[in-house]
């Protein structure tokens, strides 16, 4: 099924203070509690993970409108995100994009790789 969303207007334009943010204190809390319920966040850690979260976030988002822009659309689609994450943060997320399986291409062997295969090889006979 595509999903399509009209392309937001650059971060820029909009007010700070209007931006709902996407993580607040509470969600980031709930996080830390799944991987270590015994876990507590200084407040200063709270506010660089959150500032990081929302940097990652508006850098991703707006990529990804310069990707749909670059395509002639006037919407932003999940493959336009998609794209972003997968090449420059080697982020595959399930269900989101193709699901064709992407078959594993095995690095060609170097002249020195042979070389020390034949070696080895060779030592291996003698005994």
Same mark, same amino acid.
């Given at each position: 099924?595509k999903?399509t =969303?009209? #392309?937001? /207007?650059?971060a820029?334009?909009?007010?700070?203070?209007t931006?709902?943010?996407?993580?607040n204190?509470?969600?980031? !809390?709930?996080l830390v509690r799944? #991987?270590d319920?015994?876990?507590q966040?200084d407040?200063e850690?709270?506010e660089?993970?959150?500032a990081?979260a929302?940097? +990652?976030?508006?850098?991703?988002v707006n990529?990804?409108?310069?990707?749909?822009? =670059?395509r !002639?659309?006037?919407?932003?689609?999940?493959?336009d995100?998609h794209?972003?994450l997968?090449?420059? *943060? =080697?982020? *595959?997320?399930? !269900? +989101?994009?193709?699901e064709?399986?992407?078959?594993?291409?095995?690095? /060609?062997?170097?002249e020195a =790789?042979?070389?020390r295969m034949?070696?080895?090889r060779?030592?291996v006979?003698?005994?």
């Amino acid at each position: 099924p595509k999903v399509t =969303h009209p #392309v937001p /207007p650059p971060a820029s334009s909009v007010p700070t203070e209007t931006q709902p943010a996407v993580i607040n204190r509470s969600r980031l !809390g709930e996080l830390v509690r799944e #991987v270590d319920p015994t876990e507590q966040l200084d407040d200063e850690v709270e506010e660089a993970l959150l500032a990081i979260a929302d940097d +990652f976030i508006e850098s991703s988002v707006n990529a990804a409108c310069r990707l749909a822009k =670059h395509r !002639g659309a006037r919407t932003l689609d999940v493959r336009d995100l998609h794209m972003y994450l997968e090449r420059t *943060w =080697h982020m *595959w997320i399930p !269900g +989101f994009g193709t699901e064709e399986l992407r078959p594993y291409k095995r690095a /060609p062997t170097t002249e020195a =790789h042979k070389q020390r295969m034949a070696l080895i090889r060779k030592a291996v006979k003698k005994y």
